[in-house]
């Protein structure tokens, strides 16, 4: 092998979430998801943190651009085209749970939401394109919020089994690589996302919080059990934001910061998905904060018994972390700390930094010394179309090359990488903004916040680019 590059077989392709592409919000036996009753703008993370937001859609006041996305659900043929015109040699996809289960408690799936991505799957497969399929990826079938009160319920963790058993029956012979929970960890940040509710009440909000997402662990844990029970060779990983947090300077107080909030994080749910039980500094934590799980015997058991076959993450961004709270209130990351002096954001905010990811994979490697894979990586940024319909990102091609260089040079190190889907492969809506003007794509889709636009798929120059790496495998 040349020395530059990627291992044979290296999964390179694309990630895509369907709440963000599919659009068909109601078509076809479709029920309501949490994404569905998100608004769209730069506003929707102060709307659905409201006490008194009611889930409802109100069209007076907001659009949604989930409920047509980019239109996926038609023109997944397309599509599919042009990844496999640029060599992909796996698709991520995330299979929407309000599509199968409208309403998330019935007994018996939508025949016609499986229909739909039989097609998807049928056709990735016709190309010789992997599909990586993302069990839940912020798509919780609004009832289950409404009714139960999502992932603090106990009873959740049967609905998501009656799921996941009918999309493992239906797919696992023609799907080889899962994920359980998309960002996992992000229910830190953004609880209505990924664990289906919002809690405002001081005095349970934290307890609800570790409760919910140790019911996801077991529910994970229950799926890879019956998925191993139909197809031994299947490869089931967790899915976590991957974020190394910085002291901001040497002072000793703010590494020992930056290293407790990795540790809860980051380490805290790869060491319950991966290693099969809790660690010691999360114990302890709630014990000091009085918090019970209320976790059974069988629970730990399962989640013991029933570990992941490969970490995969995302990765955007660093975090810079001080104990000095003047800075703490005046200047922040997206997700962790203060600015950092050395890093420049994109438009959003979010701050580039190749680098850790160097950092932070070759960390987690060494420490669970199972494989990792990227699983959504990219820019944010505006695109503009010249007159003869190019796009010369020349910006997002500079992203995506440090990084993959990153990458790179820790498997030249030693660390496993399964392979890399930049997110957003193609312009979808923001999850967290719901804009379409914050595009990740190497394939451009013609349509605005507001949703005009004619959905015309265009090549960017990323695109020519990230084909003639896939077929060199070698940046
Ligand atoms: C991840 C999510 O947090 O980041 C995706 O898994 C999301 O769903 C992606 O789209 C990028 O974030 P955003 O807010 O720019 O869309």
Known sequence: MNRSEFPKGFLWGGATAANQCEGAYNKDGKGLCIADILPGGKERFKIINQPDFDFEIDREKNVYPNHEGIDFYNNYKEDIKLFAEMGFKVFRMSINWSRIFPNGDEKLPNEKGLEFYDRVVDELLSYGIEPLITLSHYEMPLNLTKKYGAWKNKKVIGFFENYTKVVFDRYISRVKYFLTFNEINSAFHFPLFSLGFIDNNKETKEANLYKAMHNQFVAGAKAIKYAKSLRKDVQIGCMSIILPMYGYDSNPLNQRESQKEEMKFVDFPLDVQVRGRYPSFI?????????????????????????????????????TITVDEDMNKTSGNMLAGVKNPFLEASEWGWEVDPIGLNIILQRLYNKYELPLFVVENGLGAKDKVEEDGSIIDNYRIDYLKSHISSIKTAIDDGVEVMGYTPWGCIDLVSASTGEMSKRYGLIYVDKDDDGNGTNKRLKKKSFHWYKNIIERNSL
């Open 283 to 319: 114990l302890k934590e709630l014990e000091r904060k009085n918090i019970t799980l209320e976790s059974t015997d069988e629970e730990m058991k399962l989640i013991a018994e029933n570990t992941v076959d490969f970490i995969s993450a995302s990765y955007y961004m660093s975090g």
